[in-house]
């Protein structure tokens, strides 16, 4: 079956500080990646996606590239700010599932 | 485009009444999704439905949860009789095409307390 891992949180940085958050897969057949973000009080919502093998997904500063080789879809950003706070869940869909498969995800807290 | 609609955000009610949660999708979307997100469990996924129709129920917890889709443009959950550890955050969210490989949108959520 799919599964998703991801690393424990919470995820303490200061402003400016550099971020990656692992993400890890297994799945049958060829997924779909994608990262959510959760603001507090919020639903989740998309943060990016990459659809094929070597592609680079990136929205507002964030990005993650599609690791088939080693089934990977670690989110990184340069530089983060306060308001960058939320919880993050990496997820996978794969064609055949109309299910995506969802990380436990990652709390990350940015101190000014 | 109001992106998904929830009612109640917040409900508070006592052991043993019964609670309606309602949902409401992005226009054109054929997959709805209700899930249930708690601290101790994460988020769970309660049942499925494509095109109106229940695909998989196997997250209900038990009996006394239901979900009905009456049409394309409305869902219910309802907990009858509901109990404090149904206390949680549900969402429903919705997707343009099943089996696809398009991302799910979420409402804002309804936090439920249970006394």
């Known amino acids: 079956g799919n599964s998703v891992t991801q690393m424990e949180g919470p995820v303490t940085l200061s402003e400016e500080a550099f971020l990656t958050i692992n993400c890890t897969y297994t799945?049958?057949?060829?997924?779909?990646l994608f990262w959510y973000v959760q603001y507090p009080g919020e639903g989740l919502q998309l943060l990016l996606k990459a659809t094929k093998a070597d592609d680079k997904g990136s929205n507002k500063g964030f990005e993650a590239t599609y690791r088939k080789e080693t089934t990977s879809f670690h989110l990184e950003k340069g530089s983060v700010q306060v308001s960058d706070s939320a919880v993050y869940f990496c997820a996978l869909k794969t064609g055949g599932s109309y299910i995506p498969t969802f990380g436990r995800g990652t709390s990350l807290i940015v101190h000014p | 485009d109001a992106g998904v609609i929830q009612s109640p955000r917040h409900e508070v009610t006592e052991m043993g009444q019964e609670v309606t949660l309602r949902c409401k999708p992005i226009s054109g979307h054929n997959s709805l999704f209700w899930y249930r997100q708690t601290m101790m469990r994460g988020l769970e996924l309660l049942i499925y439905?494509?095109?109106?129709?229940?695909?998989?129920d196997s997250g209900m917890p038990e009996d006394r949860f239901s979900a009905k889709m009456p049409n394309a443009s409305f869902s219910t959950l309802k907990i009858q009789p509901s109990e404090p550890r149904d206390s949680a955050v549900y969402f429903c969210?919705?997707?343009?095409?099943?089996?696809?490989?398009?991302?799910?949108?979420f409402g804002p959520g309804t936090r439920l307390t249970v006394l």
């Open positions: 969210a919705s997707s343009g095409t099943s089996g696809g490989y398009n991302e799910q949108f």
């Open positions: 439905f494509n095109n109106n129709v229940p695909i998989d």
């Open positions: 799945a049958t057949g060829y997924p779909s």
